[in-house]
């Protein structure tokens, strides 16, 4: 499919978004499709072949130039899904089920709006969600300290997602 397409290197991106009805343990975890879209346009001038995984039923896929999904392939969802876990040469999502196989075949991954704290996948590198406590963002070694393997937060605590601009910096510091 890449040499098809006239792309260098398979990128799997993973989107984890639940339904506002989904529990609160999980919320936290979720990372938003727009968050990735300066990331998306990144991957696609440096000649990326950009795969689409999870939970994409959320957003309007039209307004992104240059990814693939199962629907827009038109192919089965299951099928699509090993695939893109299984052949990336650079894996990028948050913490969930559908990095198992990119994990276990030693795919580089890297974990993006990553939560909670202190959980680790082996061979990733990972950008946590930033934390805010009182007011005062607190540093990653505050965040290990303080709520390490912590999910529920009172409400002292803000958890905040990297920023578009971040994401895409981190990125651009480890995709090689």
């Known amino acids: ?3 098809r397409l006239n792309k260098k290197k398979v990128v799997t991106i993973y989107i984890r ?3 506002s009805n989904d529990n609160y343990f999980n919320e936290q975890r979720n990372n938003n499709l727009k968050d990735y879209i300066k990331l998306i346009d990144y991957l696609n001038e440096k000649k990326y072949l950009v795969l689409l995984i999870g939970d994409t039923n959320y957003f309007d896929l039209k307004k992104i130039r240059n990814i693939y999904t199962a629907k827009k392939l038109g192919v ?3 099928s699509f899904d090993i695939f893109a876990t299984t052949e990336p040469d650079l894996f990028i999502g948050t913490e969930g089920g559908a990095q198992n196989l990119a994990v276990q075949l030693k795919a580089k991954k890297l974990s993006i709006n ?3 704290y202190g959980h680790k996948t082996k061979d990733t590198k990972i950008l946590h ?3 805010i406590f009182n ?3 607190l540093t990653e070694s505050q965040c290990f300290a303080q709520i390490n393997f912590e999910r529920f937060l009172n409400k002292n605590y803000i958890i905040q997602d990297n920023s578009p601009d971040e994401i895409l910096g981190y990125i651009k510091e480890n995709i090689n």
Request: without cysteine.
């Open 129 to 131: 969600k930033k934390i």
């Open 114 to 116: 990553h939560f909670p």
């Open 135 to 137: 007011g005062q963002l």
């Open 17 to 19: 978004y639940r339904k």
């Open 1 to 3: 499919m890449k040499n």
């Open 76 to 78: 089965n969802k299951d």
